[in-house]
């Protein structure tokens, strides 16, 4: 139970830097997103930093992943990568299901 209070409270001490930093909500929801796989993660100023080894500025796109090619490099772009299809297709599903009533709504018309 203490770990997992020490745990949530670190999260949310993160996500509080974030905000009182001014990260955008994108540079937030990709920092949780590769936090949950990858722990060792944390902020320096406006940059999320992975295992000390990669670097993401902001607009926090897989082209701003920065450090040595290796298999860390690969691996954290492979996760950005993964969170933009999965935001963008959220975002598709979204807007179909907006657009359902307004189909039913017309048909019974």
């Not at 040595?68 to 999965?86: Q, Y």
């Given at each position: 139970?203490?770990?997992?209070?020490?745990?949530?409270k670190?999260?949310?001490?993160?996500q509080?830097?974030?905000?009182?930093?001014?990260?955008?909500?994108?540079?937030?929801?990709l920092?949780?997103?590769?936090?949950?796989?990858?722990?060792?993660?944390?902020?320096?100023e406006?940059?999320?930093?992975?295992m000390e080894?990669?670097?993401?500025?902001?607009?926090?796109?897989?082209?701003?992943?920065?450090g040595?090619?290796?298999?860390?490099?690969?691996?954290?772009?492979?996760?950005?990568?993964k969170?933009?299809r999965?935001?963008?297709?959220q975002k598709?599903?979204?807007r179909?299901?907006?657009?359902?009533?307004?189909?039913?709504?017309a048909l019974?018309?």
């Amino acid at each position: 139970l203490a770990s997992k209070a020490r745990t949530e409270k670190e999260e949310k001490l993160s996500q509080a830097y974030a905000i009182s930093a001014g990260v955008s909500l994108e540079g937030q929801q990709l920092f949780q997103t590769i936090h949950k796989t990858i722990k060792d993660c944390k902020w320096q100023e406006k940059n999320i930093v992975v295992m000390e080894e990669v670097v993401i500025t902001p607009p926090y796109q897989v082209e701003n992943c920065k450090g040595k090619e290796g298999s860390a490099l690969s691996h954290v772009r492979k996760i950005v990568e993964k969170h933009f299809r999965d935001v963008e297709s959220q975002k598709i599903l979204q807007r179909s299901q907006a657009q359902q009533p307004q189909k039913e709504a017309a048909l019974s018309s």
